[in-house]
Nanobody
Framework: QVQVVESGGGLVQPGDSLRLSCAAS????????MGWYRQAPGKQRELVAG???????NYGDSVSGRFTISRDNGKNTAYLQMNSLKPEDTALYLC????????????????WGQGTQVTVSS
């Protein structure tokens, strides 16, 4: 059974940094994609950053240049380094992973964690 657990959120001041971790387990074939999304009250969930098992990355426009995603495939853990945090970064940050099916004709399965709250406020 796949499990996804986020950690590292908290209350910080504008301009501070924070690092989130996402630990995934339960897949015998690894995780082809690990990504961070965020959801603020009254807003749609949006992609923050994603990384493939090969190291390819993509970022949401609002965080590009400030956030960096990385992963340790041996530990099935993804990290999100967040620098120069702004009040508008305040949200519940959720980690999502994809597990490929051995049958390539079957779409990969996506799993979500419960999220970790990030609040940026002075």
């Amino acid at each position: 059974q796949v499990q996804v657990v986020e950690s590292g959120g908290g209350l910080v001041q504008p301009g501070d940094s924070l690092r989130l971790s996402c630990a995934a387990s339960g897949s015998t074939v690894g995780f082809s994609f690990m990504g961070w999304y965020r959801q603020a009250p009254g807003k749609q969930r949006e992609l923050v950053a994603g990384i493939t098992s090969g190291g390819g990355t993509n970022y949401g426009d609002s965080v590009s240049g400030r956030f960096t995603i990385s992963r340790d495939n041996g530990k099935n853990t993804a990290y999100l380094q967040m620098n120069s945090l702004k009040p508008e970064d305040t949200a519940l940050y959720l980690c999502s992973v994809k597990v490929e099916d051995p049958d390539v004709s079957i779409a990969p399965k996506r799993y979500w964690g419960q999220g970790t709250q990030v609040t940026v406020s002075s």
